[in-house]
C-alpha cells in the first residue's frame, strides 16, 4: 500500500480528472479499501479541498468549488503550459501584466527543481505588430461583464465613448443613449478585444470595441441567440474587418497547407486559420489582387492545396510562368505583346497603395 501523503496526492488528481467517482472505483483505482478512501476525503478536506459525498446506492465522491483556492495538482505538461501562458499575457490587453508576473513568481516558486529549470531556460519574449497607436488596454472587470452576459445569455446595455470628442458631438448630443445588444461572443483580433452583438436599436450585428464600452447595471432580460451570419464566428470577425462584405479586399481565396496551424497563424495575423491535424490546416485569406494572394500564399514553404475559387488556381500558374521566366537567362516579359494577360481583382488605378 503507498504511503499516506502519495495516496492523498494520488486521489486528489482522480478527483480532478472527472466530476463524480463511485467510492468503490476510487479504491479500485486507488488499491486501498473503501474505509481508506473515505479517511482519505477526510483528510483532504482539512487541508481545505471541498471534497463532497455523494449519496446514492454506490455512493461516490466529488471535488467541488470551494470559498478558497486549495493547492493545485498539475502535471509536468500542464505546470509548463501555464507558466508558458502566464509569460505571454502581458500581450492580451487585458491589463493583467503585473497580476500575471506575480502569479508567474508563485508557480515557479512551488515547481520542481527540474521544471524550474524549464521554465528558466523558456523566455519568451512577446512582440506586438507595429502600428501606428499603442492598443488600449481593457479592465478586467469589464471584460468579466462582457463574458458573464454573454455566458447567461442575457440583454447587455453599455455606454460606448467615441472614437475622438468631435464624433461625439457629430449627431448633435453630447451624450449619445446607451447601446443596447444581445452579446454572442467575446473575441481578440490583433491583440484588441471585441465585442460581437446583435444591435437592438439597429437590428443588424456590430462589433463593438471593448475598450470603449462601459457596461450598465443591471443586464437585460435574457434571450435565444442568433446565429451569425455564415455560421462561423471565427469568419464573420475575419470578413467585417477585412471588407469581405464587398467594401474592401475583393480576392478571397482558400487552400489546405501542410502546415501546423500554429506556424500558419503566426505569419497571417489578418487570415482565417483552421486546424486539419497535427502537420496540416485550412487558410481562408483576403488580397487587393490574385496574384498578390498567391504570392503571399506562397511563402509558406509548404505543399498547397487550392480549394478555391478558379481565379486563385489561375494565379498560381500566371506566377509559376513568371517564375519560371525569371529562372531562365532570357525572361519572357508580360508586358504588351506579350500575349498574356495579368490578373488582378481591380485595375492598377483602382487599386489602393
Not at 72 to 79: I, S, V
Amino acid at each position: 500500500m503507498p504511503k499516506t501523503s502519495g495516496r492523498l496526492l494520488s486521489l486528489l488528481s482522480l478527483l480532478q480528472a472527472r466530476r463524480d467517482w463511485p467510492g468503490a472505483l476510487l479504491a479500485e483505482r486507488l488499491g486501498v479499501s473503501p474505509r481508506t478512501v473515505r479517511r482519505d476525503a477526510d483528510r483532504l478536506r482539512e487541508l481545505g479541498y471541498p471534497v463532497v459525498a455523494v449519496k446514492g446506492p454506490d455512493g461516490g465522491y466529488r471535488l467541488d468549488a470551494g470559498t478558497e483556492l486549495p493547492p493545485l495538482l498539475f502535471d509536468d505538461e500542464q505546470a509548463v503550459a501555464l507558466a508558458v501562458a502566464l509569460q505571454i499575457a502581458t500581450t492580451t490587453g487585458a491589463g493583467i501584466e503585473e497580476a500575471a508576473a506575480r502569479a508567474l513568481t508563485t508557480v515557479r516558486q512551488v515547481m520542481p527543481a527540474r521544471l524550474r529549470r524549464r521554465i528558466d531556460t523558456l523566455q519568451v519574449t512577446a512582440v506586438e505588430r507595429p502600428s501606428a497607436s499603442p492598443n488600449p488596454q481593457v479592465s478586467g472587470n469589464v471584460l468579466m461583464a462582457l463574458s458573464t452576459a454573454v455566458h447567461a445569455r442575457e440583454e447587455l446595455r453599455f455606454d460606448y465613448a467615441p472614437v475622438s470628442p468631435q464624433a461625439a458631438t457629430d449627431d448633435g448630443r453630447a451624450d449619445p443613449p446607451p447601446r443596447r445588444v444581445q452579446p454572442h461572443h467575446l473575441v481578440t483580433w490583433g491583440s484588441r478585444w471585441y465585442l460581437v452583438a446583435w444591435d437592438l436599436d439597429r437590428e443588424d450585428w456590430r462589433t463593438f470595441r471593448a475598450d470603449r464600452i462601459t457596461p450598465r447595471t443591471p443586464t437585460g432580460p435574457r434571450f435565444t441567440p442568433r446565429e451569425v451570419p455564415g455560421g462561423e464566428v471565427a469568419a464573420f470577425v475575419a470578413g467585417r474587418f477585412q471588407g469581405f462584405d464587398g467594401s474592401g479586399r475583393p480576392c478571397r481565396g482558400e487552400v489546405i497547407l501542410d502546415l501546423p496551424a500554429a506556424a500558419v497563424s503566426r505569419y497571417s495575423r489578418e487570415g482565417v486559420v483552421e486546424e486539419l491535424g497535427p502537420d496540416r490546416c485550412r487558410l481562408v485569406l483576403g488580397s487587393w489582387s490574385w496574384p498578390g494572394l498567391a504570392a503571399a500564399i506562397g511563402g509558406f514553404d509548404a505543399d498547397i492545396e487550392v480549394v478555391g475559387p478558379p481565379e486563385l488556381k489561375a494565379a498560381f500558374a500566371h506566377l509559376a510562368r513568371r517564375y519560371a521566366d525569371a529562372a531562365t537567362d532570357a525572361p519572357t516579359c508580360s508586358g504588351p505583346g506579350s500575349g498574356r494577360t495579368p490578373l488582378s481583382g481591380r485595375s492598377a488605378a483602382s487599386r489602393p497603395p
